[in-house]
């Protein structure tokens, strides 16, 4: 059976745009594939927290993850930082990784110039990441548009270790949805929406409740020729709530416009808000019932304990390949 895996760093709130880039599309595929799904704690860790409210928000997600339809029967669900030997395993493809290739990520770019003190963490968090994927040897990794690199880069750093070392790691794809690739910050909608932005209006949280999430959409950044079309280069606000609403609904854009015809943007923005309100005031209900349950130690027990096996395994074999250790 093929792999599947995909990871949410624990940074900020738990977006409607991580539900849709990652979680939708591992739920969809969870029947068919061997699934594995992690919190990226360590992630987190590359650029500054608060100890506790990282610590509180890693068990949230976890109950996220299952409110908002990842089977525990059907995935291993684990803490990235319960598993050692992914760090241990990153450090051994740090060093067969050329520093021009890990900074010429768009995100530590990015995020590097936002912060002239940022971490040596920072520029190796994609390696972390190839780790967290090649150990498992996943076939398929779920993800948004903005992490596709990362996931090219996981599998550039595989394919030169085979070919150094001998055939160590099966070549991972990223898994890019269709629609819902890059959902926009509702304020900007030229920008992702973001968990780490200083944009609360602009972003939905999926632990916003049903008012909150009611007034960001009908505040959301539109045009003024009050015509619903997809175009989003020249209506980006526009195209977002479409891209939202396709991809919550299971609907193609097209029917979403067909339905919406004849509607002013007031109209409009009350449709989408009542979708998006809905299916998360419904994942939240789960949510409620999950966290106050005693079932998320035991899932998690039996996630770090496979994750764990077979990293060890990779680990060693990586180790046996390196000439390193007895
Ligand atoms: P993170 O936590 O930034 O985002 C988690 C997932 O959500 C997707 N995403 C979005 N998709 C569509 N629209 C958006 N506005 C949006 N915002 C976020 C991201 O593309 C991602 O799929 N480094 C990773 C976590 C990670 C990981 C991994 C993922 C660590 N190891 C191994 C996959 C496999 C990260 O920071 O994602």
Do not use: W
């Amino acid at each position: 059976m093929k792999k599947i895996l995909t990871g949410i760093k624990p940074t900020g709130d738990f977006t409607l745009g991580n539900y849709i880039g990652a979680i939708k599309q591992m739920v969809k595929m969870q029947d068919e594939y061997d699934s594995y799904i992690f919190v990226a704690d360590l992630h987190a860790l590359t650029i500054a927290q608060d100890p506790k409210s990282l610590h509180d928000r890693i068990k949230k997600f976890i109950a996220m993850y299952i409110a908002c339809g990842i089977d525990p029967n059907k995935n291993t669900i684990y803490i990235q930082s319960e598993n050692e030997y992914l760090p241990a395993m990153s450090y051994l493809l740090e060093c067969n990784t050329a520093y021009g290739e890990a900074s010429r990520m768009i995100q530590f770019k990015e995020k590097s110039k936002q912060n002239a003190n940022f971490s040596v963490g920072l520029l190796t968090y994609p390696i972390l990441m190839a780790a967290d994927i090649i150990y498992l040897d996943a076939d398929l990794v779920p993800v948004g548009i903005d992490q596709k690199q990362h996931v090219e880069l996981a599998r550039d750093i595989a394919d030169r270790f085979n070919k150094k070392y001998g055939e160590t790691f099966k070549l991972p794809e990223p898994l890019i949805s269709e629609v819902g690739v890059k959902i926009k910050d509702l304020k900007d909608p030229t920008k992702k929406m973001s968990k780490s932005d200083d944009s609360p209006q602009g972003v939905i949280s999926m632990f916003d409740d049903k008012d909150t999430i009611i007034k960001k959409i009908k505040g959301a950044t539109t045009d003024s020729d009050n015509e619903i079309r997809f175009d989003e280069e020249n209506k980006p606000g526009i195209s977002n709530l479409l891209n939202i609403t396709a991809s919550l609904t299971d609907k193609s854009v097209d029917d979403i416009i067909l339905e919406c015809n004849g509607m002013g943007y007031g109209d409009f923005k009350m449709y989408v808000a009542d979708i998006v309100a809905n299916k998360i005031s419904s994942i939240q209900e789960k949510y409620n019932e999950i966290v106050n349950s005693n079932q998320l130690e035991d899932i998690l027990n039996k996630g770090k304990e496979k994750s764990r096996e077979l990293a060890k395994a990779k680990f060693e074999l990586m180790k046996e390949r390196l000439g390193v250790g007895r």
